[in-house]
């Protein structure tokens, strides 16, 4: 439960750091940091990682930090290329 508000949260605060984020939804980064994190942490879980005392903290720490890892690389790959594209349909509809 604390690993995926962690996540969602960090998602949220990539959202709002990223200057493009009138091109798209509110819960996108946000999403993929939570489905990001939270299928790192079924990893985990699935490994045994939680079984052991020595390892038991990664199934909280990791998933944490590839959450927002996650939405930081979604901010970067996605945005740009929707951002060109609704341009290019913008500039297209107002020449009409």
Same mark, same amino acid.
């Given at each position: 439960?604390?690993?995926?508000?962690?996540?969602?949260?960090?998602?949220?605060? $990539? =959202?709002?750091?990223?200057?493009?984020?009138?091109?798209?939804?509110?819960?996108? %980064?946000?999403?993929? *940091?939570?489905? &990001?994190? %939270? %299928?790192?942490?079924?990893?985990?879980?699935?490994?045994?990682? *939680?079984? *052991?005392?020595?390892?038991? =903290?990664?199934? =909280?720490? $990791?998933? $944490?930090? $590839?959450?927002?890892? &996650?939405?930081?690389?979604?901010?970067?790959?996605?945005?740009?290329?929707?951002?060109?594209?609704?341009?290019?349909?913008?500039?297209?509809? %107002?020449?009409?």
């Amino acid at each position: 439960m604390l690993t995926a508000a962690g996540t969602a949260a960090a998602g949220f605060i $990539v =959202w709002g750091a990223d200057p493009r984020r009138q091109r798209y939804g509110v819960l996108l %980064l946000p999403g993929i *940091s939570l489905a &990001a994190g %939270l %299928l790192a942490w079924i990893v985990l879980q699935f490994s045994g990682t *939680s079984a *052991s005392l020595d390892y038991a =903290w990664l199934t =909280w720490a $990791v998933p $944490v930090a $590839v959450g927002p890892a &996650a939405a930081i690389a979604a901010a970067l790959v996605v945005v740009p290329p929707r951002s060109a594209r609704d341009n290019t349909e913008l500039n297209r509809i %107002l020449k009409l």
